[in-house]
């Protein structure tokens, strides 16, 4: 039977201990082991038009494939939709007195499960784990059916499935289906009682150390007495382990138990960007549960201590302000069972490089190697439920579900800082169509009402709330805040025609008195660029002439009127091309991460580029492509988030000869040290190379400052052609060049 998330009974406790032991190191070693049986490597799969049960599938011809896996990865299913049988033979010798589970932990999407010819249960989830005690139902030989079926929703707006972006997306080749295992199953042992879950977080920061609070699920077959014994051992540092014993009585069925720890001398988890204060540093949390002499289950994760508090999209992380700057984050591979430690890492040291310090994971729950290379990097993480755009009223139960379910799932992260219960709740049919028809409907339900934010996300927010008392939980991303509250803002102009030029964001900022939640935190904004030039080639013709342009928009996510109306390609060859439409990226992300440090808390609380990488070869709002190599694109936007950075404001892109250009020169410092020998060289010239202001503005920069106006110029140039504005901000022995240009007609 499916072990559901029902409560039973709290367990009574019985006595509270608390010790610090003298070893260091992992505990794991000196505990009672379980055995764990992976059931990956080769299975027998079908496509088949319906399925059969049990002994159906007699007459089928069974393809082989390694597991983990997507079905259309199989060289015969490439274009496969729809249904497919999984059978997987293995044998199993049984340990006496223990008791056995099966644990499916990703398979996409909709799953029945059979084991020797008993049905264990009906699943619909990508991500959720599906656990089933099997103890009863193994042999030395055994057969284990999967009937897995991921079908293509034809109408987008009324979608029920809730996969996110790996099924509804203009980043995605839309001849791609999920469906698959791609999570490899295991049989997992233990005793006549196992931990379910484990909820931990700090509740706060004393003195005394770290307050912790400690939710136990255990699923037990027989009740008793049992002995519950945690231990906090140092994963990242050199350091005692602490241990905690606490006695319960528990019953058959689920038990919750709810304790409390105070771990001393704590290592605190910090963004990699804190080092004044700490590093993100972690423990090993071991839980083992024991009856008298009998060790019935054991259990461990990483985790970091630290506290999160969130004020009008403001964090301050363990008490500290933090200025957030983010990018929005895809999934590793749009074929996500390709997952892996390596590549999660690759993209944590990006992260790091690019002076980021939060990726947002973007309408998609990832593989677990992306959380913790996220944990151990030091990476703050907005976590989005899998929702894009609109659903049908009847996903609203399964949705409620699934979001509880990624809760749970994730809630032992540190990196993760917020839950996001939907991206963009609201009628899109395509990005790329900007018809009246659509544009009013979207109009409609992005300003006005929409099933999909009023009801199921105000329902599924209260929900996640419920159980996680800590993070930030925002109903849906992208609401507008005119009309309405209002919660995290998307603009797009310099890219969506109907948001006008990069400029228009300036007429936000200018009016943000009237309008300041519209910048309290802004989550997307961005362009499309191509990637490198050796990496295009992979996926385009070398000659720009020959190019298949339709392809491209078909399979490889390019908005062509959009890139063609910002970035005209007559004149250029394809590396020009490439180069200008990185160039054009560049000065996008840098004038919208330029006016929102100009309002560092005042009262932005951070700024998150859509989007970071590439989840498949594709031309996309990325930096960094489908291949790990960074654009232009990427070393710019490094630049606009450097901890200590200076930059100019021009009110246009283009002046009258004669006319008053005023250009303001600001600085700003996200370090937590005082910059006191700051200094700005300001060289504003014509297009003749004529200093119109030459000068050094020397300030001094207080820790984690407000931006700071340095100087504020009226400039006038008499020549056509271009006004250059050269900023050289030179610190202890750093330098730094920012470069700004208008045009003179």
Request: aromatic share 10%; hydrophobic share 35%; glycine share 6%.
């Amino acid at each position: 039977m499916t072990l559901f998330r029902r409560l039973d009974t709290p367990a009574r406790r019985r006595n509270n201990r608390t010790a610090l032991s003298g070893t260091s190191g992992r505990v794991g070693e000196t505990l009672a082991s379980f055995a764990r049986k992976e059931l990956g490597g080769p299975w027998q799969l079908a496509p088949v038009a319906s399925f059969a049960g049990p002994g159906g599938y007699g007459d089928v011809a069974w393809l082989s494939q390694e597991i983990p896996a997507h079905w259309q990865e199989h060289p015969e299913l490439t274009t496969h939709v729809g249904k497919v049988a999984y059978r997987k033979t293995f044998d199993f010798k049984r340990a006496r007195g223990k008791r056995t589970r099966l644990v499916l932990p990703g398979v996409f999407y909709y799953c029945t499960t059979y084991l020797n010819g008993t049905r264990l249960g009906d699943h619909e989830g990508f991500f959720e784990p599906q656990v089933y005690d099997v103890t009863d139902l193994l042999a030395s030989s055994n057969e284990l059916i999967l009937e897995v079926e991921c079908p293509d929703e034809e109408d987008k707006n009324r979608k029920r499935m809730v996969t996110g972006v790996f099924s509804h997306w203009d980043c995605l080749d839309p001849a791609t289906n999920p469906g698959g295992i791609w999570r490899t199953p295991y049989l997992q042992d233990s005793g006549g009682a196992y931990v379910s879950e484990n909820l931990i977080h700090t509740e706060r920061l004393s003195d005394e150390g770290a307050h912790q609070v400690e939710r136990l699920f255990i699923q037990a077959v027989e009740g008793g007495e049992v002995r519950v014994t945690t231990t906090y051992t140092p994963e990242t540092f050199d350091g005692k382990a602490q241990k905690f014993v606490n006695e319960f009585e528990i019953r058959p069925g689920l038990n919750s138990v709810k304790m409390r720890h105070v771990v001393a001398d704590p290592h605190l988890w910090w963004t990699h960007d804190l080092t004044a204060f700490g590093r993100p540093d972690l423990y090993r949390v071991t839980v083992v549960i024991t009856q008298g002499r009998r060790t019935l289950d054991e259990w461990s994760d990483l985790i970091g201590l630290r506290t999160l508090e969130w004020n009008e999209y403001q964090l301050r992380l363990n008490g500290r302000r933090v200025w957030i700057k983010g990018s929005n984050l895809p999934p590793m591979d749009t074929r996500v069972a390709r997952s892996n430690p390596e590549t999660a890492a690759k993209d944590m040291e990006l992260t790091r490089a690019a002076h980021l310090n939060m990726q947002r994971v973007h309408a998609h729950v990832g593989a677990p190697c992306l959380y913790e290379a996220a944990d151990r990097a030091g990476v703050l993480l907005w976590q989005d439920m899998p929702l894009q755009w609109s659903y049908r009223k009847e996903a609203q139960d399964t949705v409620r579900r699934q979001a509880e379910a990624m809760v749970r799932l994730l809630y032992n992260r540190p990196s993760v800082a917020a839950w996001c219960c939907h991206n963009e709740s609201f009628f899109v049919f395509d990005t790329a169509e900007e018809s009246p028809r659509v544009l009013a409907k979207t109009v409609f339900t992005l300003a006005i009402w929409s099933w999909n934010r009023d009801v199921m996300d105000t329902g599924t927010k209260a929900a996640v709330g419920m159980i996680d008392p800590m993070r930030l939980v925002v109903r849906s991303s992208g609401e507008i805040p005119f009309l309405r509250e209002g919660t995290d803002f998307h603009f797009y102009g310099g890219w969506y025609r109907i948001m006008g030029t990069m400029r228009a964001f300036d007429r936000i900022c200018r009016r943000g008195g009237g309008h300041p939640k519209a910048l309290r935190f802004i989550t997307e904004f961005g362009a499309q660029s191509f990637p490198n030039l050796e990496n295009a080639t992979k996926f385009m013709d070398a000659d720009i002439e020959k190019i298949d342009w339709k392809h491209l928009e078909a399979r490889h996510s390019l908005q062509p009127a959009l890139m063609e109306h910002w970035t005209p390609r007559a004149g250029h060859d394809l590396a020009s091309y490439i180069q200008a439409t990185q160039d054009y990226q560049s000065r996008l992300n840098r004038h919208y991460i330029d006016r929102l440090r100009r309002l560092k808390y005042r009262p932005n609380g951070g700024a998150i580029s859509f989007m970071f990488l590439d989840p498949n070869p594709a031309i996309l709002w990325s930096v960094v492509d489908y291949w790990r190599t960074p654009k232009s694109s990427f070393a710019k936007l490094a630049d606009a988030f450097r901890p200590v950075y200076a930059f100019a404001i021009l009110d246009k892109d283009r002046y009258r000869k004669g006319e008053t250009a005023p250009v303001r020169v600001y600085a700003v410092n996200d370090e937590r040290r005082p910059i006191p020998d700051a200094r700005v060289h300001v060289r504003i010239t014509d297009d003749e190379n004529r200093p119109l202001i030459d000068e050094t503005v020397p300030q001094a920069l207080p820790p984690d400052s407000y931006a700071v106006l340095l100087a504020e110029y009226g400039v006038q140039a008499h020549v056509a052609g271009r006004l250059r504005v050269e900023l050289t901000l030179l610190h202890s022995d750093e330098s730094f060049e920012n470069v700004y240009e208008a045009e003179i007609v």
